[in-house]
């Protein structure tokens, strides 16, 4: 069977277990008393998101597992520990947010030196590996590519982790939009992987994005079941990762400019208002501005939707 073939059957298997397995795991999680408490502080109509099962997120897990079953070779390897490791963060974040009550989970401070840790191990795994040709490569254009110093190279590697596990975090608040938003530039760095040499990783990215679409199927508005923490981690740092596995770190901002705009809205929210007392925003993340401007949260999932495909579509054409 050749690569292309298994890589279609894997995707088929993955899509098939994430469908067959949603329904069970909101019965296990809403048996568990593991639902998800609406923030204090967003939009009124969020209040009856209150109690909808969270850590659905864990189908992503098995996704991973189940690439990695698939292809394990070396780079697979590292990018499912990183996989696996955000998803870990993650997790106790949901759990200890759950039982503490009012989204008490892990400090913020707390969740970056977690995640930078992660990240640490990832790129020693990867750069221990022979067949790694992409240290030091910021970005490749067709054949050409940019080169860095490698400590720039390790520091930009570290940054992109850091900057799109979160990213993708503040982007998951409402029904569908963090999956949505993320299967667009999933798509560009599975074709940058693949074409990079980088099967192991191609296989485990294929298994992730099926699994996103399944998850759809029980995300999607009116949600019946939320990824958490344990998912939107884990799907940050695998994109991220993915991108420094085929050099392509510096498109990440490009492709995923929707959880870029999410997180620079935050940013200056926070900063102005400390300035100024005011905001810039009817409410922050993005999301949330648009919804509280009239637009219903359909709209602005799908009108996210088309952002994310169109900056991904813009991205593939310049790495083209």
Not at 85 to 93: E, K, L, P
Not at 281 to 299: A, C, K, N, Q, Y
């Amino acid at each position: 069977m050749n690569e292309f073939a298994r890589d279609a059957v894997l995707f088929v298997l993955v899509l098939g277990v994430t469908l067959a397995l949603g329904r069970p795991l909101i019965g296990a999680l809403r048996a568990l008393a593991l639902g998800q408490r609406a923030y204090e502080d967003a939009p009124a109509t969020h209040a009856k998101k209150t109690g909808t099962p969270t850590m659905g997120g864990l189908l992503f897990g098995l996704a991973l597992a189940l690439g990695l079953a698939a292809r394990h070779d070396a780079q697979a390897v590292a990018l499912a520990v990183l996989g696996f490791g955000c998803a870990a963060v993650g997790f106790v974040d949901d759990y200890l947010a759950i039982r503490r009550g009012r989204n008490r989970g892990l400090r913020a401070r707390t969740k970056f030196a977690a995640t930078a840790l992660v990240a640490i191990v990832f790129l020693a795994l990867l750069v221990h590996d022979p067949t790694f040709a992409q240290r030091g490569v910021a970005f490749a254009f067709g054949s050409t590519q940019l080169r860095i110093p490698d400590w720039a190279w390790y520091a930009l590697s570290l940054l992109a982790v850091l900057a799109t596990t979160h990213a993708v975090n503040l982007t998951d608040g409402l029904d569908g939009l963090a999956t949505g938003t993320y299967l667009p530039p999933l798509a560009v760095v599975v074709w940058l992987a693949s074409r990079a040499g980088a099967g192991g990783a191609v296989a485990l990215l294929i298994a992730l994005g099926a699994a996103c679409i399944g998850f759809l199927a029980f995300n999607r508005h009116p949600a019946r079941l939320f990824m958490g923490d344990t998912g939107s981690l884990l799907l940050g740092g695998m994109l991220a990762g993915g991108a420094i596995v085929s050099g392509a770190v510096l498109l990440l901002p490009l492709i995923g400019g929707v959880f870029a705009a999410e997180t620079i809205s935050v940013i200056v929210q926070v900063t102005y208002f400390k300035r100024t007392k005011k905001r810039i925003f009817r409410m922050s993340p993005l999301h949330h501005h648009f919804e509280l401007g009239g637009w219903p949260e359909t709209v602005v999932t799908h009108r996210f939707w088309t952002a994310s495909a169109l900056l991904s579509l813009a991205g593939a054409a310049l790495a083209r």
